[in-house]
């Protein structure tokens, strides 16, 4: 089989199984990245695997947004990522924090990024081998290219809104509600969103795999979330913004775009409107 091709056990061309993994690990290849806490990743991890300094990938200057192209460029390329390289990506949290990765490495130009369906507890239950030898690759060769209709601004959000254009917000019910504020100035939802947590595409547990794409959007539509329109995603410090957005594009959506400060940055604002309440 060839690395490149498609799983043709998988539900999406974006996603592997653990067992095409399994069936790649040996491959030179191979580009994986365990995209989860590094501590966990010192712990114990899918053998070959390169670890991150942090999921969030947040820059150091402004830990508000993601990390500038630059400062993304160089730590993958000393995990060995090259622009033409094929990167398999895994987590221990039901793919949050590799879809996470996913859309920073789409936001700076790399198409060629898979997630493993199911992750790292899916490997665990099914009873394949784990290591905490460190991952040592050849420094990579990756150049980024930034595509900024990958992300919004608090400007873009505030032009969605005088559009009519579709938001969704991924968070949980007591974020959304205004109940947690999660130490925000202020708290509740932007007026007009759709409001769905992201964890509810998810299978499980213990495996935490993708439900059906069918199941998927069935989920969304139940929400009032158009899977096929334009959309702004939201969260508190665009991780989960991020996961909504690869569950679009999931779907075919390719005109989704998260909202990078998402309410780090809106609900600590004076010129953002924010509404409570469940409605």
């Known amino acids: 089989m060839s690395l490149h091709a498609p799983d043709p056990m998988a539900i999406h061309p974006l996603l592997v199984t653990t067992q095409w993994l399994a069936d790649h690990l040996d491959d030179p290849e191979l580009m994986l990245i365990d995209a989860g806490e590094s501590v966990a990743y010192r712990r114990a991890h899918i053998r070959g695997a390169a670890g991150l300094p942090h999921p969030y990938l947040k820059g150091h200057t402004n830990d508000l947004l ?44 790399h198409d060629r990024v898979r997630v493993v369906d ?15 030898a460190p991952a040592r690759r050849p420094e990579g060769t990756f150049e980024a290219r930034e595509r900024s209709i990958e992300r919004c601004s608090a400007a873009d959000v505030q032009a969605a809104l005088i559009a009519g254009k579709q938001i969704w917000d ?100 004076d010129d953002t409107p924010l509404v409570t309440g469940s409605a």
């Not at 199911?118 to 905490?132: D, F, I, K, Q």
């Not at 708290?187 to 059906?212: C, D, K, N, T």
């Open 118 to 132: 199911g992750g790292l507890n899916a490997w665990l239950e099914e009873g394949r081998p784990l290591t905490s």
């Open 170 to 269: 991924a968070r949980s019910d007591a974020e959304w509600t205004g109940t947690e504020s999660r130490e925000n100035r202020r708290a509740g939802h932007v007026p007009g969103a759709h409001h769905l947590e992201w964890i509810r595409v998810m299978q499980g547990p213990p495996y935490r795999r993708f439900r059906s794409l069918p199941e998927i959007r069935g989920i969304l539509e139940a929400a009032g979330v158009d899977p096929d329109a334009p959309t702004v995603t939201y969260c508190q410090s665009g991780i989960r913004a991020a996961f909504a957005t690869f569950v679009l594009r999931l779907l075919g959506n390719e005109a989704a775009q998260a909202y990078d400060g998402s309410m780090a940055e809106w609900a600590n604002r």
């Open 66 to 109: 993601v990390m500038p192209p630059e400062e993304f460029a160089a730590l993958v390329r000393r995990l060995g990522v090259s622009s033409d390289g094929e990167v398999i990506l895994y987590d221990d949290n039901a793919s949050l924090h590799a879809a996470r990765l996913w859309w920073v490495f789409q936001l700076y130009g």
